[in-house]
T-cell receptor
Framework: DAGVIQSPRHEVTEMGQEVTLRCKPI?????LFWYRQTMMRGLELLIY????????DSGMPEDRFSAKMPNASFSTLKIQPSEPRDSAVYFC??????????FGPGTRLTVT | SQQGEEDPQALSIQEGENATMNCSYK?????LQWYRQNSGRGLVHLIL?????REKHSGRLRVTLDTSKKSSSLLITASRAADTASYFC????????????FGQGTRLTINP
């Protein structure tokens, strides 16, 4: 298996623009997680899905953030409009049941 | 706020020495996990210790867990230059074990 795939790997955008991050989990995994990593706040869980259904989105910072999982092999995290403080590395991870999560390589987002 | 707090924040030792990192957490956990992150990369799962376990070994890794003190330690024996990375503990909450709360991490540097 190729592991968790994230795209793009790097994204640079201007404040106010819409940003969409994409994730393909490992086939057969039923949990999908979105994390954000910054120097100031470390690694934060934003939202996670089980069988494509959002279970806990309490970590989503505000209404500008939204996440979807239309099917078992694809998820998106969207920021609209983006702000400079959204600059971070965004990780997607997937797991089978309550097993160890496998992390993707991350998307480094820079909002200018 | 972050569940896990780690110390030291940075550790620099000579190759061959042992490295010990500590982690504290705030609430009841299902298990505690340790991850490694190389610069610019995703997280790699190292080891998981359940709340009813006190010590666990995996190769050169030794993890201890003291639930009465809400603390854990990771020991890397006979360190190698390739062990240079950031190490994070992650607490899997008792209610919602899928939800990992990460510490701020320890930056470990192994000097040849």
């Amino acid at each position: 298996d190729a592991g968790v795939i994230q795209s793009p790997r790097h994204e640079v955008t201007e404040m106010g623009q819409e940003v969409t991050l994409r994730c393909k989990p490992i086939s057969g995994h039923d949990y999908l997680f979105w994390y954000r990593q910054t120097m100031m706040r470390g690694l934060e869980l934003l939202i996670y899905f089980n069988n494509n259904v959002p279970i806990d989105d309490s970590g989503m910072p505000e209404d500008r953030f939204s996440a979807k999982m239309p099917n078992a092999s694809f998820s998106t995290l969207k920021i609209q409009p983006s702000e400079p403080r959204d600059s971070a590395v965004y990780f997607c991870a997937s797991s089978y049941r309550v097993g160890e999560p496998y992390f993707g390589p991350g998307t480094r987002l820079t909002v200018t | 706020s972050q569940q896990g707090e780690e110390d030291p924040q940075a550790l620099s030792i000579q190759e061959g020495e042992n490295a010990t990192m500590n982690c504290s957490y705030k609430t009841s956990i299902n298990n505690l996990q340790w991850y490694r992150q190389n610069s610019g990369r995703g997280l790699v799962h190292l080891i998981l210790i359940r709340s009813n376990e006190r010590e666990k070994h995996s190769g050169r890794l030794r993890v201890t867990l003291d639930t009465s003190k809400k603390s854990s330690s990771l020991l890397i024996t006979a360190s190698r230059a390739a062990d240079t990375a950031s190490y994070f503990c992650a607490a899997a909450l008792l209610q919602g074990a899928q939800k990992l709360v990460f510490g701020q991490g320890t930056r470990l540097t192994i000097n040849p």
